[in-house]
């Protein structure tokens, strides 16, 4: 466990699809974070989870948004119908409690 | 609300100059500060951390510095290498979550 995978790396999708995202963190930390980054940007929070409950939402996740961490572990990201200003990179990380430690994240652009 | 600032937002430099990056954050009452330091994209990699009672961190040609009741840090990169050609962020958590806040970053570019 060397840390904080996302898959996939890269994705591209029409407007209007559905896409997901996977996290899985480091195994030993409780805490798991979404962010959202734009070009010449730094990451913005989306959303929270201390083990299995999703406790902070960010005014940024709309309700085409949803995360999920099923039993603590893995992470999920789902953006429904997608539009071309959901095109970003998205970050996972976790921490242990403020050290973070990031992924790589998943570049998505919406066509 | 946390605001994190960084200036400048791009610098050039020759290799081998020592340089400063500043970063600085509107509320004091923080926790910690973390530079991180991102390749085109790619994820962010930590860099430093600095406790809210330690005054720097060091690691190997970086020096980060913390003064709370100013609300500054800077970034000191010794002997600059073009390797080092990166954004560096940093960012400090807050709210009831202790999610970060960033700044935009400053890109660096070292010209061999």
Sequence with gaps: DTGVSQNPRHKITKRGQNVTFRCDPISEHNRLYWYRQTLGQGPEFLTYFQNEAQLEKSRLLSDR????????????????????????MYLCASSLPTFYTFGSGTRL??? | KQEVTQIPAAL???????LVLNCSFTDSAIYNLQWFRQDPGKGLTSLLLIQSSQREQ????????????SGRSTLY?????????ATYLCAVPSGSARQLTFGSGTQLTVLP
């Design chain 1, 109 to 111: 652009t919406v066509v």
């Design chain 2, 58 to 69: 060091t690691s190997g040609r970086l020096n980060a510095s913390l003064d709370k009741s």
């Design chain 1, 65 to 88: 948004f949803s995360a999920e961490r099923p039993k603590g572990s893995f992470s999920t990201l789902e953006i429904q119908r997608t539009e071309q200003g959901d095109s970003a």
């Design chain 2, 12 to 18: 050039s430099v020759p290799e081998g100059e020592n």
């Design chain 2, 77 to 85: 990169i010794a002997a600059s290498q073009p390797g080092d050609s």
